[in-house]
């Protein structure tokens, strides 16, 4: 992939190079990473927003519950992730 330049104040150049600094990282690295992370950000609030509009179907609950069992009855004994 061929490299570009993009302009920005120095204010923010040092500060991208300051938060590649501290994670030992290039500053290309770290704003690829952050690029990244960002994308997957926006994937999963729109997963979540997608969820969310779901659940509050009329009746989705239900049929879940009724199709699947429901949630399993805890008790004392039922092992926990945390």
Do not use: C, H, Q, W
């Not at 991208?16 to 690029?35: H, I, N, T």
């Not at 927003?49 to 004994?77: H, K, M, Q, S, W």
């Amino acid at each position: 992939m061929a490299d570009t330049s993009v302009k920005i104040d120095d204010e923010t150049r040092d500060l991208f190079k300051a938060l590649a600094d501290d994670r030992g990282m290039s500053m290309k690295d770290y704003l690829a990473d952050l690029a990244r992370r960002e994308e997957t950000t926006r994937r999963l609030e729109t997963a979540t927003a997608a969820f969310r509009r779901v659940i509050n179907e009329p009746g989705l609950v239900e049929a879940f519950d009724a199709e699947f069992g429901g949630l399993p009855t805890v008790t004392r004994d039922t092992p926990r992730a945390a």
